[in-house]
């Protein structure tokens, strides 16, 4: 079975600065999906990031990026330029592909993110 | 304008009764999910119909009842509601072709609280 563990319960980090958040995964599948999700006070859940595993090429989206290491089966998120808006619950999150049918994500613990003024 | 919706967004309740929590999606998608996040934020799927059939149905009481009545909606009934179900119920939605394929797209959920 595919366990996602999110190490750190909590971090901060100063608006403006670059803050790394780390997850890292369990499976013996190839062909699979990765993602970070982002839920702020408002329960809202937000797609981030997502990342194909068959591609080397780490995913990127404006001040979010991730260093998908596919070997040591890691997936951490580094946000640049901390913005007051990024304070959220981050969720990362796996899913094994299963062609035309979607599948079941299966998240990690969270890590709750607060950027400080 | 709205994607994924769902209603109520807050449900409170008496042990014992039924409720139904309700979902739509205006994506065109052909993959509809239920999550639930429990009291520590732990979120787990519970049902996935793909072009309404149950695709996915994880250890989930049979108190619990999904049903689809098209591609578009997914809707949750649930009986002799119990206090450990008080939890944030997730609908969310997924292609299953395209560039976004695979990608769910979750609705505001709903606070059910069981008293």
């Known amino acids: 079975a595919q366990t996602v563990t999110q190490s750190q319960p909590e971090m901060s980090v100063q608006e403006a600065e670059t803050v790394t958040l780390s997850c890292t995964y369990d499976?013996?599948?190839?062909?699979?999906?990765l993602f970070w999700y982002k839920q702020p006070p408002s329960r809202q859940m937000i797609l981030v990031i997502r990342?194909?595993?068959?591609?080397?090429q780490n995913a990127t989206e404006n001040r979010f990026s991730v260093n998908f290491q596919k070997a040591a089966k890691s997936f951490s998120l580094k946000i640049s330029d901390s913005q007051l808006g990024d304070t959220a619950m981050y969720f990362c999150?796996?899913?094994?592909?299963?062609?035309?049918?979607?599948?079941?994500?299966?998240f990690g613990q969270g890590t709750e993110l607060s950027v400080k003024p | 304008d709205t994607a994924v919706s769902q209603t109520p967004k807050y449900l409170v309740t008496q042990m014992g009764n039924d409720k139904s929590i309700k979902c739509e999606q205006n994506?065109?998608?052909?993959?509809m999910y239920w999550y639930k996040q429990d009291s520590k934020k732990f979120l787990k799927i519970m049902f996935s119909?793909?072009?309404?059939?149950?695709?996915i149905n994880e250890t989930v009481p049979n108190r619990f009842s999904p049903k689809s009545p098209d591609k578009a909606h997914l809707n949750l009934h649930i009986n002799s509601l119990e206090l450990g179900d008080s939890a944030v119920y997730f609908c969310?939605?997924?292609?299953?072709?395209?560039?976004?394929?695979?990608?769910?797209?979750f609705g505001p959920g709903t606070r059910l609280l069981v008293l």
């Open positions: 969310a939605s997924s292609p299953t072709s395209g560039r976004a394929s695979e990608t769910q797209y």
């Open positions: 499976t013996s599948e190839n062909n699979y999906y």
């Open positions: 990342q194909e595993a068959y591609k080397q």
């Open positions: 999150a796996f899913m094994k592909h299963r062609g035309n049918q979607g599948g079941k994500l299966i």
């Open positions: 994506l065109g998608h052909d993959t």
């Open positions: 119909y793909n072009n309404k059939e149950l695709i």
